[in-house]
Structures are given as C-alpha cells and as structure tokens.
C-alpha cells in the first residue's frame, strides 16, 4: 500500500509537472512577437524615379536594397492621385466605396463605418504610428488618432506649403517642425522603433515629397540642378527639366532616409523580424522618364497608376523575387495579414487579395483577375495582358506598356467582356459622389482633446478670398466687411465647452476689429490688438515656382470658451467691427475640449 501511495504521489506530481510545462509553453506561443511592419509611401513618385527601375539620372541604393534582398512586383498598381491609393492602403477596398472622391475639402475622409489596417493591428497588440501626409480626414473621428495609430505626427492636409520647420500637430496638437520635413518624419520614426524594440509595432511613413512645393536641401539640390540628364520623357516638348531635376533630388532624399530606417532595423537585430514595404501613391506629377508608359499623375492610364512595389522579409521572403501577376494597393492590407497568420475581422469584405503564396514561394490562380482603377470621372480595367482604357481601347500591355497600339477591333469579345466588367464596377462601387456627399465636419468628438478646422474646409462669403485655388494649404484673405463671413457646416457629436484659438495676421494699422464666432445661440467674440504681419514664405526655398498657396506665419487670437451642443448647423466667424480697411487674414481656428 505505501508503494502504490509513493507511485501514486509520483505519477500525480509527474502530471502537475506535465501540465505545468505545457502552460508555460502556451503561454510562450501566445506571447510570441509578431512581425513588426513599416510601410514607407512616397508621394507622386513615378515608377521610373529609381534607379532599380533603370533610371540612370539618380541612384537610390538603399530603396533598391529593398527590391535586391526581397521582393518586387513587376505589375503593382494604385489609383491616380493621393486620398484614394492611402484609403485603399488602409482598408484593402476600392476608395470609391468609402466616400472619398477628391483630395480637398471633404471629399478625402474615409467614410467611419470603414475598417483600418491600423483598428486591426492595434487589437492584435501592435503599437501603431503613423508619421507624415494622412490626407485622410482631418477632423476626429475621421483623423489618425480614431482610425487605429496611437501616434500621429505629420499633417492631415493634402499638399503642404512649407518643407522646412512648418505648422505641423501632433496628436492634435499643433507644433512646429524640426527642420526639412521628411527628415524630421524619419527622426520620428528611427525614435519609434527605438522604443518599440521589444514590441510589435506598425510604423506608417507617408512621406510629402516628391510632391510640390519642389522643395529640398541644399545638399541634394547641388548635385542635381546641373546634372545631365541622361534619360527624358517621351513627352519631353513637355518635360520641364529644372523640375524633374528638383523631383529627382527630392527622391535622393527619401532614399537617404529610407537607408536611416533600414540600418537602424539592422543595427537594432530586427531584420528577420521586420516586414519592410515601400511604394508611391500615384505616377510622376510631371513629364519625365517613367519607362515610356503613357500618362502621369491623374492619368488611369499605366503610366498614372504603376508604381515600384518592394517588401523585404530578410530570411523569409527569397532575394530578389520578382512576381509578374497584377497587384493592387488594396492587396496589402490581406497580404500582409497572410504572412501574419492573423484574421481579417472587418465588418466589410475585402476587395484585395492575400497574395502571401506568392511571397513565400507557392502559386495561386489569378489568371481571370481585374484591378480597377479610377479618377475624375474615367475608368480603366487592368487584367493580367491587357488594359481597357477610359476610352475602351484595349492595349497589350505585355508587350505594349506604352499603350501605342489599340487591338479592340482584332480582340473584340475581351474587349466587351471589359466593357461589362468596367460599368457593372462602376455601379457597384461608386457611392458618395461631390453631388449627394452630405457629411458635415465633424466636432467635439468625445474621445479627441483637439479639433482643427482649417480655411481649407471653410466656406468664403462676400468679399472674402482664398489665398490660391487649391484649397489645402490656403487661407483666407481680403476680409474687409461686417457682412463678410466663413462658414463650416458642422456636426457636433457631443455636448461641450470648448477652448477656441484663431489663427491670423493683421498690420499694426487695422488692428481694432472685434470678431465672432457662433454657432447656434452660442456666441464669443474678441478684439483684435496684438499686431502680426509677416511676409509670405516659400518662394526663397523653392527650386521651381509653385502652383499652391504661398504661406507665413500665424498668430494665435484667444477667442474664449464656446459651449456647443449636439446637432447639425452652421459655424460662423464674422466681425462685428472694422475700425480699418481689414480685419485680417485667417488661417484655421483650433478648438480643445475642456470637459
């Protein structure tokens, strides 16, 4: 009997001890690191504006060592211009379902039933960032900070003004830049992997440039501005060569800064542990070589939406894979959760693929496959060998990447079959159009401290300007009347009390005028007597004279305590006295929640 009570004492022990290991393994392989992720965007970069694309007028080492140590796709495609490639980047479906249908005043926000690569990572335990141009929605909820990154530094805007120290916010608030802004952007993000060594983290990097204004360093500028170039657009009557020099140094940047991302991974032992993506948003925002591919940024034509597509997986992804099938922005967001073993749990199907077979070696079958892509109105189908245009001709696009010869009379049934396919997407996807868009701007969302709303959203009345047609980066000028007004059709989505900060310049000689904003029967007003004029900048940093607004400096007018309450209506900022010829120029107003 003691025997048995000893085996009995042991077996039991041997049992404890059994399902004691298994509990410290589970709890291993439940807390094992999932792969980190850094997706760099660059911003109206062409295809051809690499050297690993051929490109002999620039050497981008460090971008190309993303394609040499991982994969590249050959036929990766994205939408025109910028608010629609970042929505679809985000959500892995077609902007056109998501309300977005302009880069401005709106029209970019991403509808708030959409789901965010960044919701779906930040639940699976990632730190989130992102750092640089969102163009997404500014106001909360439609701003990073509510789609998932838990840190956000950059602009919400579109184009920027200004690439050296500017107006940026951070996490709302707005600060002031740390010298040329991609630069700035990278310090940002070398400091959040620093501190993100032991975590998973999803880095977001979309960078401003090669956008206008063509702004860049002395550093970059002097090697280029007398550079022979080498190769030139086929459109080259077109091509203004002091600008694709000024683009071309701007992407010598980037790829300086791509370089202090990969070597901090490498120096931090992360390599094997870090997806590392890069693409651009759209094609060349000018003539210049681009592979002879026809169109440019705004162009659904091949050379408007093929952009470089590499990801680097150091030991898991093979060197130098080059995979041929068609891919899309909206296949990120399944492919990347493909090679993270996670689940998609979007309230919304997905448009892209999970082309993570592809990456790790397998096949998949897509040859019956489509990729749409869509701007201003115009609509053309991209299948694996050809692509119908906005005007159903059909190019071979495997042997005709320039789209010089139309076969849609020698392929007539491919062509109809496009035809079918590119009007039955249209009127299934297309949703929120300019006409029936009757989202407000959104305020006092009840999980935000700050609130920004800009010229840009505003809405100008009587004698009132915009500093430049392209809404962005403006503001508003030539106040001069007690009759002259800026409204914002807002939403209010919670009872508050808010702290109201307006941004403006007056000279010394107007100052005097009392202004107010209302909304509903809340009203604050204060007077103007703090003088500020500063002279518009821009113009001495730039390598090409822009189409955008110049900008300056801003002062900041205290306006007081504004109680709103929940509902739709309109705010208005109006004087009610003009001691002078003008109030003033206006450039946003910044409110915080106090309660």
């Known amino acids: 009997m003691k025997l048995l009570k000893i085996s009995t004492n042991f077996i039991l022990m041997l049992l404890l001890l059994s399902c004691s290991e298994k509990g410290k393994k589970d709890n291993a392989v439940a807390s094992v690191k999932k792969p980190n992720i850094i997706l760099i965007l660059a911003d109206d970069q062409g295809w051809g504006d690499l050297s690993s694309s051929g490109n002999t007028n620039l050497n981008t080492p460090h971008i190309d060592s993303l394609k040499a140590k991982g994969a590249s796709f050959e036929n990766f495609y994205v939408q025109p211009v910028c608010s629609p490639t970042r929505a679809e980047i985000l959500t892995g479906r077609y902007f056109t379902r998501m309300g977005v249908y302009e880069t401005s005043s709106g029209g970019e926000r991403i509808n708030l039933n959409e789901t965010t690569i960044a919701d779906l990572l930040k639940n699976a335990g990632y730190s989130t960032a992102a750092f640089g141009k969102w163009h997404n929605g500014m106001q909360p909820p439609y701003h990073p900070n509510s789609r998932g990154f838990e840190h956000f530094y950059g602009f919400a805007s579109g184009h920027w003004g ?330 209010v989505l919670t009872d508050g009390h808010f702290q109201v900060e307006l941004y403006y310049t007056c000279p010394e000689i107007d100052l005097g005028s009392i202004i107010e904003l209302s909304y509903e029967n809340s009203k604050i007003a204060k007077k103007v007597t703090v003088p500020f004029d500063p002279p518009l900048t821009g113009k001495e940093n730039d390598r090409v004279p822009r189409m955008e607004s110049y900008v300056k400096e801003f002062n900041i007018l205290d306006l007081g305590v504004l109680v709103l309450s929940k509902g739709n209506g309109s705010l208005t900022l109006k004087a009610l006295e003009i001691p002078g010829s003008q109030v003033g120029d206006f450039r946003l107003l910044q409110f915080k929640r106090l309660d």
């Open 162 to 491: 200004n690439y050296f120290s500017p107006m940026l916010e951070d996490n709302g608030e707005l600060v002031k830049g740390n010298g040329f802004l991609v630069d700035d952007l990278t310090d940002i993000g070398v400091e959040f992997i620093e501190e993100n060594v032991k975590k998973s983290f999803f880095l977001y990097l979309p960078y401003n440039t090669p956008h206008s204004p063509m702004q860049v360093p002395d550093k970059y500028w002097d090697k280029m501005k007398s550079k022979p170039l080498n190769l030139l657009s086929e459109d080259n009557l077109e091509e203004d060569l002091r600008f694709t020099r000024a683009a071309l140094a701007m992407v010598e940047n980037i790829d300086d800064n791509v370089g202090r991302v990969t070597d901090k991974i490498k120096s931090l032992g992360l390599e094997e542990e870090t997806i590392i993506i890069y693409l651009s948003d759209n094609g060349p925002n000018a003539y210049r070589w681009n592979g002879g591919m026809r169109g440019k940024k705004g162009s659904v034509d091949e050379g408007g939406v093929r952009t470089p597509f590499y990801i680097q997986w150091v030991n898991h992804i093979e060197k130098g894979l080059n995979i041929r099938n068609i891919a899309s922005g909206i296949d990120i967001l399944p492919t990347l959760f493909g090679l993270l073993s996670l689940p998609i749990t979007t309230k919304k199907p997905i448009d892209g693929k999970d082309l993570s077979p592809l990456l790790l070696g397998e096949s998949m079958n897509l040859k019956k496959r489509l990729i749409y892509n869509h701007w201003n109105g115009k609509t053309s189908v991209r299948s694996q060998q050809f692509r119908l245009d906005e005007e159903n001709r059909l190019y071979d696009i495997t042997i005709d990447r320039s789209q010089k010869n139309d076969i849609s009379d020698k392929y007539q049934q491919i062509t109809d079959s496009l035809i079918i396919a590119k009007n039955n997407w249209e009127k299934e996807t297309i949703q929120i159009t300019k006409e029936n868009d009757n989202r407000a701007f959104t305020l006092g969302y009840p999980k935000a401290l700050y609130t920004q709303l800009p010229a840009r959203d505003g809405k100008a009345h009587g004698n009132i300007n915009r500093s430049n047609k392209w809404p962005n980066d403006s503001f508003f000028t030539n106040w001069k009347s007690v009759t002259d007004s800026i409204t914002w059709n807002v939403e």
